[in-house]
T-cell receptor, first 115, second 112 residues
Framework: EAQVTQNPRYLITVTGKKLTVTCSQN?????MSWYRQDPGLGLRQIYY???????DKGDVPEGYKVSRKEKRNFPLILESPSPNQTSLYFC??????????????FGDGTRLSIL | GQQLNQSPQSMFIQEGEDVSMNCTSS?????WLWYKQDPGEGPVLLIA?????ELTSNGRLTAQFGITRKDSFLNISASIPSDVGIYFC????????????FGSGTRLQVQP
């Protein structure tokens, strides 16, 4: 089954304690992206990756890092989480090269609470 | 980041009724997408539109890409209880970043 898998689904942690949210897709997609969803603000892009070793900032990248060492994985790293990063996070992927308007498919989300 | 103007914010209808929702933007988009999100899950793609004026159906769902590239609508015919959820429009730009700009969502409730 084609899917985007995120882990963990839920996490409660404390300010300053580094955490990583993993994202993996099994569709051989080149393009991957992270979004956060907040009430009244909709989904906003944090970082994206056009392919392995190619990443760039989205609309709200402050406080986040990403890496793309393998095609299937795109982890989101919070080096020093703060309460304003409490949110619902979604990873998405789509076909990349040569198919610039292919729709993005989303994982089931990770709910982070930073105390 | 920019948000699309999506309306209505919520709808409460009777089973069997038709539903219509729309999105408008001040920017032109290359692609319009409609997603549905159920509680505890990620957005699921319903319909993708790639050309201005395009009208596309997926079962009881019909969506159109506006001629000006700045708007889109989604219609659901003969609604059923499982149509309950939040519907989001999203516009995708022309740049390589391909970020989706999302509407604020339409919460649909269907009374059996």
């Amino acid at each position: 089954e084609a899917q985007v898998t995120q882990n963990p689904r839920y996490l409660i942690t404390v300010t300053g304690k580094k955490l990583t949210v993993t994202c993996s897709q099994n569709m051989n997609h080149e393009y991957m992206s992270w979004y956060r969803q907040d009430p009244g603000l909709g989904l906003r892009q944090i970082y994206y990756s056009m392919n392995v070793e190619v990443t760039d900032k989205g609309d709200v990248p402050e406080g986040y890092k990403v890496s793309r060492k393998e095609k299937r994985n795109f982890p989101l790293i919070l080096e020093s989480p703060s309460p304003n990063q409490t949110s619902l996070y979604f990873c998405a992927s789509s076909l990349g090269q040569g198919v610039s308007n292919q729709p993005q498919h989303f994982g089931d989300g990770t709910r982070l609470s930073i105390l | 980041g920019q948000q699309l103007n999506q309306s209505p914010q919520s709808m409460f209808i009777q089973e069997g009724e038709d539903v219509s929702m729309n999105c408008t933007s001040s920017s032109i988009f290359n692609t319009w997408l409609w997603y549905k999100q159920d509680p505890g899950e990620g957005p699921v793609l319903l319909i993708a539109l790639y050309k201005a004026g395009e009208l596309t159906s997926n079962g009881r769902l019909t969506a159109q890409f506006g001629i000006t590239r700045k708007d889109s609508f989604l219609n659901i015919s003969a609604s059923i209880p499982s149509d309950v959820g939040i519907y989001f429009c999203a516009g995708q730009g022309f740049t390589g970043r391909r970020a989706l700009t999302f509407g604020s969502g339409t919460r649909l409730q269907v009374q059996p």
